[in-house]
């Protein structure tokens, strides 16, 4: 119970750490790559899905709090991240007859 809690605080600390840098690196204009790609917070999404993964031995859970930590870095907000993962990921993702032959 204890590595739960552990694991929640460290998520929280670091969403909470990446919040006012993100909005500071959002300049307003329409560019081709997101603000923080190729730095450091690149790295932060699978990091916090294999600390969470180690630490909780909850492989599936740990993977989507990843790709929501990734998301929000990508948009710079909650809503626009849940927007982001559903239309540019998932539904994008199951539309593809390749994908859908895989399932």
């Known amino acids: 119970m204890k590595t739960k809690?552990?694991?929640?605080?460290?998520?929280?600390?670091l969403?909470?750490?990446?919040?006012?840098?993100?909005a500071l690196?959002?300049?307003?204009?329409?560019a081709a790559q997101p603000a923080l790609?190729?730095?450091?917070?690149?790295?932060?999404?699978?990091?916090v899905a294999i600390a969470l993964a180690l630490i909780t031995k909850e492989v599936y859970s740990s993977l989507?709090?990843?790709?929501?930590?990734?998301?929000?870095?990508?948009?710079f907000s909650f809503e626009g991240a849940l927007s982001h993962m559903v239309?540019?990921?998932?539904?994008?993702?199951?539309?593809?007859?390749g994908n859908v032959g895989i399932l």
């Not at 809690?5 to 600390?13: N, S």
């Not at 969403?15 to 993100?22: E, I």
């Not at 790609?37 to 990091?47: D, S």
């Not at 239309?87 to 007859?97: A, K, T, W």
């Open 37 to 47: 790609y190729g730095t450091f917070w690149a790295l932060v999404p699978p990091i």
């Open 64 to 75: 989507f709090v990843g790709v929501l930590v990734g998301a929000v870095l990508y948009s």
């Open 15 to 22: 969403l909470c750490a990446a919040m006012p840098l993100c």
């Open 5 to 13: 809690r552990f694991a929640f605080a460290v998520l929280a600390v």
């Open 87 to 97: 239309n540019g990921g998932f539904i994008q993702v199951l539309s593809d007859p």
């Open 25 to 30: 690196a959002a300049d307003g204009s329409a």
